[in-house]
């Protein structure tokens, strides 16, 4: 088992790392002095695969509980549902303040995440991340948000969990599918921080997606070291440090919204993103070889994820682009490449840039 800090002060907490731990979290919520009352946000499919599970450790802690569920897709991050689950909350815990439990992927963590910053002016919350993505990445962090019309965490705040306890047993129920979309952030660590990491993805991609138990340990391990350093420098994102960890998804966003949350799930618009922003490197003299591209491309496909953008229009992309929420100033902000494990910051990409980087990738 691994613990990781993310050391910051006041707002510091743990990550646990291990395999078949969510029996451990019993005494975790008794170290935290945390109510006697909680709410857990999840989906119909992870409440019946381990519901029972965490019913008997909520138990063990005396602690009562109530499940709310919400549907396994993105769609869930919105204003209707946040607060249909704000007011179902506050009815059923009347005079109580509870604290919540996130147990899902990123769209539940998010969910979630952001309800607790907001009901009561902030309650507790925990993460428990039942998908690779999350585990590697959007449970670590404290980024809590839903979704509008025109684009991904419009509305949202910084609010950190008070816990992250990252099961990796709990990946072994998840369809083939989400494994390889989450695949694409660990691709992502590589790429912006960790050459060796890169490596070690390029060497051993088949025991990954095959959920071999040392494997996920080193990987998970790896980027949860990564995301929890650089959170600690840069909390709410305001030195540029960060800012790497949107490497990829200034377009992956813009092509999540173009396509109505339903053409291409996270993990597969991060890896088109994250070709398309290779390609902006190389366009603005920043990549000096078309060989880093091409592993990168060869590295996406090998696991699974697609290197060609289909059945999206490149205006609807530029578009969708507008309504980012990395915009400074009225100015594009990219992660870019300078080389595998070197990322930098650019503002104000020309569109024409843009434009060329996304014929490249589509079909």
Do not use: W
């Not at 599970?53 to 946040?82: C, G, M």
């Amino acid at each position: 088992m691994k613990k990781i800090t993310v050391n910051l002060g006041k707002r510091s907490y743990q990550i646990i790392i291990g395999y078949k731990i969510i029996n451990l979290l019993s005494g975790y919520l008794k170290k935290l002095n945390l109510t006697e009352s909680s709410v857990v946000i999840t989906n119909a499919r992870i409440k019946k695969i381990i519901g029972i599970k965490l019913i008997n450790v909520l138990k063990s802690a005396n602690i009562s509980y109530r499940f709310k569920t919400v549907p396994d897709s993105e769609k869930s991050k919105s204003q209707a549902i946040a607060f249909k689950l704000i007011d179902r909350i506050s009815y059923f815990t009347k005079l109580k303040t509870p604290f919540i439990i996130a147990l899902g992927g990123g769209v539940v963590g998010d969910l979630a995440g952001f309800i607790a910053s907001v009901y009561k002016r902030g309650i507790p919350y925990i993460q428990i991340p039942t998908t690779l993505l999350a585990q590697v990445d959007s449970s670590i962090g404290g980024k809590v948000g839903i979704d509008l019309a025109y684009g991904k965490n419009l509305v949202g705040s910084f609010y950190q969990p008070r816990l992250v306890l990252s099961d990796i047993a709990l990946l072994n129920t998840l369809p083939k599918k989400q494994v390889i979309s989450g695949l694409a952030e660990v691709i992502k660590y590589g790429l912006i921080k960790d050459k060796v990491l890169f490596e070690y993805i390029e060497k051993n991609y088949q025991r990954i997606s095959g959920l071999e138990r040392p494997s996920l340990e080193y990987i998970i391990n790896k980027c949860a070291l990564i995301k929890a350093d650089i959170v600690t420098q840069d909390e709410k994102e305001t030195k540029g440090v960060r800012t790497i960890l949107n490497f990829g998804h200034t377009i992956a966003h813009a092509i999540e919204a173009a396509g109505n949350f339903k053409a291409y799930n996270h993990g597969q618009a991060v890896g088109l993103g994250m070709l398309a922003a290779a390609e902006i490197s190389l366009d603005l003299g920043l990549l000096s070889s078309k060989e880093t591209i091409s592993r990168i491309k060869d590295l996406l496909f090998s696991v699974g994820l697609p290197v060609k953008l289909k059945g999206l229009s490149i205006e609807r992309i530029i578009k969708a682009l507008a309504f980012d929420k990395k915009f400074i100033r009225g100015k594009n902000r990219f992660v870019l490449l300078k080389n595998i494990g070197q990322a930098v910051i650019r503002e104000d990409i020309p569109v024409l840039v843009i434009r060329r980087a996304l014929k490249k990738i589509i079909c």
